[in-house]
């Protein structure tokens, strides 16, 4: 059964509103921000010349974030196997734990001085939420 909408949707979702008005695509800014944290992860994209791989990727985490804050149809299952599936693609855990961290701070940076105190507030909130799932990938129940 669905859940009753976080109280923090609208700000995320107005933040990443905002960010795709002002940039057409966010995956450059996403991944090279990726890579300037964590540039150990930069030649699992080796065979991705055109962006494709790194866009789809930032479509599901988007896509994630938004059921997260919404309805949570899927995005915890989701998270928690996609923790284990990356492993396998030799992402550490706490490699992909900082990924949303990253989503977030590449949205503020294209928002600038857009960028408000509440989006701030919504994503930190959303993001201890993710970190859960993402540190507890074994757990076959989960708090809903």
Excluded: K
């Amino acid at each position: 059964m669905p859940r009753a909408p976080d109280p923090h949707e609208p700000e995320i979702v107005a933040s990443l509103e905002r960010a795709g008005e002002l940039c057409e695509d966010l995956t450059p800014v996403v991944y090279d921000r990726l890579f300037r944290e964590q540039p150990e992860m930069e030649i699992l994209f080796w065979r991705d010349q055109n962006l494709q791989i790194r866009g789809e990727m930032l479509t599901r985490v988007i896509q994630a974030i938004l059921d997260f804050v919404g309805e949570r149809l899927y995005s915890r299952t989701l998270i928690q196997s996609e923790v284990v599936v990356h492993e396998g693609y030799d992402v550490p855990p706490e490699v992909f734990r900082t990924f949303f961290a990253t989503v977030r701070d590449a949205v503020r940076e294209v928002c600038g001085d857009d960028w408000r105190p509440e989006w701030e507030a919504a994503w930190e909130t959303t993001l201890a939420d993710l970190d859960w799932y993402v540190t507890h990938p074994d757990q076959a129940m989960t708090p809903v």
